[in-house]
């Protein structure tokens, strides 16, 4: 009989730009870092890692004590580059959800989710983003809210 648990992959957590700013910023979001924080805990303590996607920090570090704070946070998680198959793959889910560019970072995000799954998605927009991950097996979103 085969180990349950040594059959699952480590999960990976992917944080959108709410989970990223709150974890830099716990003192002005606290309710939701909490919830960032255990999860990551959590996730760590089961092997998993966390990672920022790239197109996330377009949305944190549009000012310079933002983009210090988040540069705390980014020496210690891994910032995942958005390349072809990712991006072709956000693609596709802003046409599936009949959606515009305006929702390209979210796609981005979950489309990163599904390239590193299992995943959860940290996130404080779980509507938006649920809706994009519906249809990416191995992909969760996790409101912080």
Same mark, same amino acid.
């Given at each position: 009989?085969?180990?349950?648990? &040594?059959?699952?992959? %480590?999960?990976?957590?992917?944080?959108?730009?709410?989970?990223?700013?709150?974890?830099?910023? %716990? #003192?002005?979001? &606290?309710?939701?870092?909490?919830?960032? =924080?255990?999860? *990551? $805990?959590?996730?760590?303590?089961?092997?998993?890692?966390?990672?920022? %996607?790239?197109? +996330?920090?377009?949305?944190?570090?549009? $000012?310079?004590?933002?983009?210090?704070?988040?540069?705390?946070?980014?020496? #210690?998680? /891994?910032?995942?580059?958005?390349?072809?198959?990712?991006?072709?793959?956000?693609?596709?889910? *802003?046409?599936?959800?009949? *959606?515009?560019?305006?929702?390209?970072?979210? &796609?981005?995000?979950?489309? $990163?989710?599904?390239? +590193? =799954? /299992?995943? +959860?998605?940290? $996130?404080?927009?779980?509507?938006? *983003?649920?809706?994009?991950?519906?249809?990416? %097996?191995?992909? &969760?979103?996790?409101?912080?809210?």
């Amino acid at each position: 009989m085969a180990n349950r648990e &040594a059959a699952v992959s %480590p999960v990976t957590a992917v944080l959108d730009s709410e989970a990223l700013s709150a974890v830099a910023a %716990p #003192h002005e979001r &606290a309710v939701a870092a909490q919830r960032a =924080q255990a999860v *990551l $805990t959590a996730v760590g303590r089961r092997g998993g890692r966390a990672v920022a %996607p790239a197109p +996330v920090l377009v949305e944190v570090s549009r $000012t310079r004590g933002r983009a210090a704070a988040v540069g705390r946070v980014l020496g #210690h998680l /891994p910032v995942v580059d958005t390349d072809r198959r990712i991006a072709e793959r956000a693609g596709r889910l *802003l046409g599936q959800h009949g *959606l515009d560019s305006c929702h390209a970072v979210n &796609a981005l995000v979950v489309a $990163t989710a599904a390239s +590193v =799954q /299992p995943a +959860v998605v940290l $996130t404080g927009d779980p509507d938006d *983003l649920g809706r994009l991950a519906e249809g990416s %097996p191995g992909v &969760a979103v996790l409101p912080l809210a």
